[in-house]
């Protein structure tokens, strides 16, 4: 393997791993800020509940309502639709926008309070008057004011109480509308002249989409309960009730526990009352993010053991080709051995035939005796000779 392609290969390596985590982590971190939105999103509505406020409900002869005037001295009525969770005090700023992330109490609050236009008089003595209040799920603050699209939940429901200028006053709802919130028509106040009061209840019993006679004419006082509407994007869900000296009966039991859906419970209570698509949600993202987080550990795992057994059968080929280098090492020196031990044996060879060449040399006459056996050979011709 080219060390260029091996530096790619590492490269490539690195890079999976890396998007890898990023991936998991991004995850992870979405998992994090949908469980907290979901916690959020119920501590909202939590503050929200009509609950939070039920010890300063004015009742008779007791000083809690009092108490929460001298808290927020921008509080002056109190409303309740019976037979639902609205159920709450009732303020009214220099303008239209400050309650409307600021509750009851003074606080900033996502939830808001339920406020009365600062055009209106706090005394409700204008013919028409206008109370704002967010739409929120859990029966919070508003939102089961589009219920009365009902035609049942609207027939059910005929009554309510406002308290204001130190006295409980009847509600006696008679219309429900959807309508766009730039519809200047419905959201008039200061309506003084008769036509135009007279023209104005025409108007709610033409749009209206549930309508009860009830007898109201220029001559009543009417309130406006309007809330954001869950089906278009400009629309408003408009509650419409007479006011009245008389104090209706509420004719649902307290017993029914409405307010104890909303009362803060345990963690059960709270899983419970999430809606069906968040607690999908709260189920598979954790799913889906330990699926990752395994499948991230296995092929690290895999990748591990792959580079371990890449690692071995490179130590077993340079331990091969180790043994391969001996071997062939060992082969072109046997026949420098062979060669000398050839000449070893030559050697041996002519050492051997060095010494005995010596000693046939020591076998044969000296040089220097051989002129005494010539004499000696001489004298003996000469004496045949003389014979």
């Not at 108007?203 to 954001?228: K, S």
């Not at 069906?276 to 895999?302: E, M």
Request: with cysteine.
């Amino acid at each position: 393997m080219g060390k260029a392609e091996k530096v790619g290969r590492l490269a490539i390596s690195a890079a999976n791993t890396v998007v890898n985590t990023i991936v998991l982590v991004v995850i992870l971190l979405l998992v994090c800020f949908g469980s907290y939105a979901l916690w959020d999103s119920d501590q909202v509505h939590r503050a929200a509940a009509a609950t939070n406020y039920a010890i300063y409900k004015p009742v008779p002869e007791a000083q809690s309502f009092e108490e929460l005037i001298k808290i927020n001295d921008d509080v002056f009525a109190w409303i309740e639709v019976y037979g639902t969770h609205i159920d709450y005090p009732v303020v009214q700023g220099k303008d239209n926008m400050k309650y409307i992330n600021t509750n009851a109490a003074g606080k900033y609050s996502l939830s808001g309070a339920i406020f009365l236009d600062y055009h209106c008089a706090r005394d409700f003595s204008d013919f028409s008057s206008i109370l704002y209040g967010h739409h929120m799920e859990k029966n919070a603050m508003f939102g089961e004011i589009g219920d009365f699209s009902q035609k049942s939940y609207f027939d059910a429901r005929r009554y309510g109480m406002l308290f204001f200028s130190g006295k409980e006053h009847g509600l006696e709802f008679f219309a429900f509308l959807h309508e766009d919130a730039y519809d200047k028509m419905i959201f008039r106040t200061n309506i003084t002249a008769p036509e135009q009061q007279q023209a104005y209840l025409d108007a709610l019993y033409t749009l209206a989409i549930h309508y009860r006679d009830i007898g109201v004419t220029i001559d009543d006082n009417i309130v406006l309960l309007t809330t954001c509407s869950s089906s278009s994007t400009n629309g408003r869900d408009i509650l419409i009730a007479r006011i009245s000296d008389e104090l209706f009966e509420n004719p649902f039991s307290t017993e029914e526990g409405l307010a104890e859906e909303l009362t803060p419970g345990g963690l059960l209570d709270w899983w419970l009352a999430l809606p069906l698509c968040q607690k999908l949600l709260f189920i598979i993202l954790p799913l889906l993010a330990l699926l990752l987080l395994i499948s991230f550990l296995v092929r690290r795992k895999r990748k591990a053991k792959a580079r371990a057994e890449a690692a071995r059968a490179n130590a077993e080929a340079a331990k091969q080709a180790e043994t391969e280098a001996a071997a062939q090492a060992e082969t072109a020196t046997a026949p420098v051995e062979t060669a000398t031990a050839q000449v070893e044996t030559a050697a041996t060879q002519i050492e051997t035939a060095h010494i005995t060449s010596s000693d046939s040399a020591d076998i044969l006459p000296h040089e220097e005796d051989a002129p005494m056996v010539k004499l000696s050979f001489e004298s003996v011709d000469d004496r045949t000779e003389g014979e």
